[in-house]
């Protein structure tokens, strides 16, 4: 009988990341603030529950998973229903290095860069998964403000 709880109430909690998830589809939520947004609605969660929730739904589709560095940080996004989460499977991310902000990318020029690569190539690109890596607009002028106007 314990078993069954146990069972009923990780399917619980996976309900309530999904539910948030897809709440918040049009964002990229790394588990610290899922953790911190279900706690603060009163839902308890601990770390490792959010991340096995979260790997979970990975598995089955319905999040994906972005890598923010090279340590191992990430932050997942809704992508059950294309028509909730957009299309984020065919375009490409950019990410700051500076400030960490994940911007989805529809660029005409990208796909003649993925033709390329295809027909050229013979590799097919993943859009989802590509990540370029940079400086973002407020970032890029934020560096060229100087310190100290004369």
């Known amino acids: 009988m314990q078993g069954n709880r146990k069972g009923e109430y990780q399917t ?11 709440t ?11 953790m ?22 990975e598995s ?7 890598s923010l560095d090279d340590r191992g940080s990430a932050c997942w ?12 499977h065919s375009h490409f991310h950019l990410k700051c290095i500076c400030c960490g902000v994940l911007i989805h990318l529809d660029c005409e020029h990208l796909s003649g860069i993925t033709e390329h690569v295809r027909s050229d190539h013979g590799f097919t690109i993943d859009p989802a998964r590509t990540t ?8 890029t002028q934020k560096r060229r403000m100087p310190d100290d106007p004369d």
């Open 12 to 22: 619980k909690q996976k309900a309530q990341v999904l539910a948030y998830l897809e």
């Open 24 to 34: 918040h589809a049009e964002r990229h939520v790394t588990a610290g603030e899922l």
């Open 36 to 57: 911190q947004a279900l706690n603060d609605q009163g839902t308890p969660v601990g770390a490792a529950t959010v991340y096995r929730q979260l790997e979970r739904l």
């Open 60 to 66: 089955q589709g319905l999040v994906r998973r972005y």
């Open 77 to 88: 996004q809704y992508g059950g229903s294309e028509a909730k989460a957009g299309t984020c």
């Open 132 to 139: 370029f890596y940079g400086l973002c607009k407020a970032c």
